[in-house]
């Protein structure tokens, strides 16, 4: 029943996390950029969303306007700091993000401050009572929007005409530049729709946890599990995002404990801390040992 | 290096030292923290500047350093305990670098994020060795049998640090060594070409760049006392790397430079928030500055102050042509670049 419990809340976040995760895959692919900052975009949709609630709009509004904000906040990025920086080494564009990463909260913490805000009610307040499960309408509402949008998005890319030329775009930019494609408009757009998708990601993870800075945290976070699933590997991405979902619920709920128990037996540890947030990076270590490519990237991919 | 070098840079060296030795505690405090956060610099810039191996583990090697300096020292082992530290952390430093041998570029740098997750949550749980989130209190450092009594002493201690690593690197880039670091750091296939093994190389990068850490953590626990997990998070890793971005990649002296520069601006722009209104937005402002600097220095000065800095005395003395322009950029998209590297 516990477990059942878990699967439904680790479900329910997880869709959020692959909505986030999409749009670091999406840069990667289309520019060779690894955004770190996707959580700091995550977490200033989620404030953009809470101040145009603020003003008085319509739920359905604010969340339209917050991500057509968030995707011009994407797009000014990319034009303004990352288009300048096509030639610049790994370590320097990695820097750049975490630049990006550290301005975005600070700019946060300046104007909304350190402490957990509670977001708006945005869904109806209530339960679904399933044989003995609660699903809060909360939950329920996250699950379908952010799922909804994912499996759109990936319609979208797989058969509209733009799709197509951001497929081109990011499979290989000589060959998109001969056959007429503005390869650096795409990859703006790229950058529009990671910013955007992230932002509704972010705007949904405050409905389930509150508003605050930590927000932006996901973003580190989910990174090694996006590694796991394939850097380059859309769909992989959103299989990443359900997997590092489930395995939150999971280490906090049940593994945790189960150690911490284990552990009080012979050692004087008593607690084992954020063990949720650690698991993911051991995946990581462990998947870097025997499968680099990720299960669904292809081998080849690691840049030189 | 030429004699008139290492003269200057003793020069300088005493200069700070005597600065510092007479000066109050706020002033000691700045530049034993500079001096400190330089020989991390050092280290982190042997690594990712010289042999071209990216890492984001640096705050957590060094927490490795601090907490092993901190046992070693609260053992009473004196300044043997520096040693411990440097040993440990090149040890672990090495252990972090093994994924480089199969690894490269980008997903090495990430599995150096996970070393650096894992090494703080052991920090946090490890409650016997490091007493967790409250912190590890470290007795002073004691040399020569008797303890170091205060900031001003700590001053001429990292200064004395700083120099030595200083003059050791700077004479270990110019051995073969050195030269193969390079060599990797370029290419790969052109190293092995000319008969370096590479794998060596690495190991012995990340050696060394570990034990310099070490000697900063140990540094930094004994000058603030207390050695707790928050200090070494991946923010300290995104410092000391802003330091060596800041200073200039591959430049020693400029991983100093950049040290001093890091460290002192978010102490400056705390003084001047004193005088602003905005007393609780200071921090905020600080961080602001942080993330504005990263990125500016980034787009504008990629190679660094000392960078900038040649540029100018080469247009003062007169001497040098003017900057070679640098040639206009012909692709259009980053990954273009990207697999031509392939």
């Known amino acids: 029943m516990i477990a059942l419990q878990l699967a439904i809340s680790g479900i329910a976040t997880g869709s959020v996390y692959a909505l986030i995760a999409l749009g670091i895959v999406l840069i990667y692919k289309c520019s060779g950029v690894v955004n770190f900052a996707q959580g700091a975009y995550a977490m200033l949709g989620a404030y953009v969303t809470y101040a145009l609630l603020k003003l008085g709009l319509p739920a359905l509004l604010a969340v339209l306007f917050g991500m057509a904000l968030m995707a011009l906040a994407g797009m000014a990025t990319e034009r303004l700091i990352l288009r300048r920086m096509l030639k610049a080494q790994i370590v320097s564009v990695m820097m750049v993000t975490l630049g990006l990463l550290i301005f975005f909260r600070a700019f946060c913490l300046a104007i909304w401050g350190p402490d957990q805000i509670a977001f708006p009610q945005v869904f109806p307040s209530g339960s679904i009572d399933f044989a003995g499960i609660f699903i809060t309408y909360n939950y329920l509402a996250a699950f379908a929007l952010a799922t909804t949008l994912s499996v759109a998005f990936l319609l979208f890319y797989r058969h509209t005409s733009i799709g197509l030329m951001q497929r081109c775009a990011a499979d290989n930019p000589r060959a998109a530049l001969a056959i007429g494609i503005h390869v650096s408009n795409q990859v703006s757009i790229a950058w529009a729709a990671s910013a955007a998708l992230a932002g509704l990601g972010g705007a949904l993870l405050a409905t389930l946890g509150g508003l605050s800075l930590n927000i932006s945290d996901i973003g580190l976070i989910a990174f090694p599990v996006i590694v796991v699933g394939g850097l380059e590997s859309l769909a992989g991405a959103l299989i990443a995002g359900f997997l590092l979902g489930m395995l939150e619920a999971f280490t906090e709920g049940m593994l945790s404990p189960a150690i911490e128990e284990f552990l009080r037996g012979f050692t004087t540890i008593q607690s084992v801390g954020a063990l949720q947030q650690v698991i993911p990076y051991g995946l990581l270590v462990l998947m870097l040992l025997v499968r680099p490519q990720g299960i669904f990237g292809r081998a080849g991919t690691e840049r030189v | ?342």
């Open chain 2, 1 to 342: 290096m030429t004699t008139r070098q290492i003269l200057l840079a003793l020069a300088l060296a005493i200069l700070f030292a005597a600065i510092g030795y007479n000066s109050g505690r706020f002033w000691a405090y700045l530049i034993y923290a500079v001096a400190i956060a330089g020989i991390g610099a050092l280290s982190l810039n042997l690594l990712i500047g010289f042999c071209g191996q990216i890492t984001f583990a640096q705050g957590a090697l060094i927490g490795v350093g601090a907490y092993s300096a901190a046992i070693a020292g609260n053992a009473g082992w004196g300044g043997f305990s520096l040693l411990v530290a440097g040993v440990v952390t090149a040890l672990v430093s090495l252990l972090i670098g093994l994924p480089a041998l199969r690894l490269r570029g980008l997903y090495f740098a990430i599995s150096t994020l996970a070393a650096q997750f894992i090494l703080v949550y052991f920090f946090k749980i490890l409650q016997p060795l490091t007493n967790g989130v409250s912190g590890l209190v470290v007795k002073p450092l004691t040399l020569f049998g008797r303890p170091v009594a205060n900031d001003q002493e700590y001053v001429v201690i990292c200064i004395a640090i700083l120099f030595l690593s200083w003059l050791f690197l700077a004479r270990i880039t110019r051995t073969d060594m050195g030269r193969a670091f390079l060599v990797v750091r370029e290419s790969e296939l052109v190293a092995r070409g000319m008969g370096i093994d590479v794998s060596r190389a690495k190991a012995q990068a990340f050696l060394l760049s570990g034990f310099f850490a070490g000697i900063c953590g140990a540094l930094f626990a004994f000058t603030s006392r207390l050695a707790n997990p928050e200090a070494f998070e991946i923010a300290l890793s995104v410092d000391q790397t802003a330091m060596i971005i800041v200073g200039g990649l591959g430049s020693l002296t400029g991983s100093i430079v950049g040290a001093a520069f890091v460290t002192l601006l978010p102490e400056a722009i705390e003084r001047l928030g004193e005088f602003l209104p905005v007393a609780g937005l200071v921090s905020a402002f600080r961080e602001m500055a942080f993330g504005l600097l990263i990125i500016l220095f980034l787009l504008l000065e990629p190679r660094g102050l000392v960078a900038f800095v040649r540029r100018l005395a080469a247009r003062w003395s007169g001497k040098a042509k003017a900057p070679a322009k640098r040639a206009p950029a012909k692709t259009s998209n980053r990954a273009v670049t990207a697999q031509d590297g392939r």
